[in-house]
Nanobody, 119 residues
């Protein structure tokens, strides 16, 4: 499975971005992780199966929305009300089973797309 992330950029606090991840194949679980320098990679949003069950980390609940278009094999992350602390490299991830939440659950990674939030 090959994942290609896109959509990152530099925005002011309070702004919005939409990240995209194009996948070469369908996988049951998909999600987004982020990593800041010196920090561990953190899972922020996940979507599972054909009913599109979602899960969000507490730090992004209410501001991030994950979705997927199975026909296009594309994953999205809508990010609203951006905060300085959202600055990170964002990685698309794919897993083969329900419940992917941690980096150790991930089977495939995208190359990452940088999000930088300024005041």
């Amino acid at each position: 499975v090959h994942l290609v992330d896109s959509g990152g950029g530099s925005v002011q606090a309070g702004g919005s971005l939409r990240l995209s991840c194009a996948s070469s194949e369908y996988t049951y679980s998909m999600g987004w992780f982020r990593q800041s320098p010196g920090q561990e990679r953190e899972g922020v949003a996940f979507i599972y199966g054909s009913v599109h069950t979602t899960y969000y980390a507490d730090s992004v609940e209410g501001r991030f929305t994950i979705s997927r278009d199975n026909a296009k094999r594309t994953l999205y992350l809508q990010i609203n009300s951006l905060k300085l602390e959202d600055t990170a490299m964002y990685y698309c991830a794919a897993g083969l089973e329900y419940g992917m939440r941690n980096a150790t659950d991930v089977a495939y990674w995208g190359q990452g797309t940088q999000v930088t939030v300024s005041s």
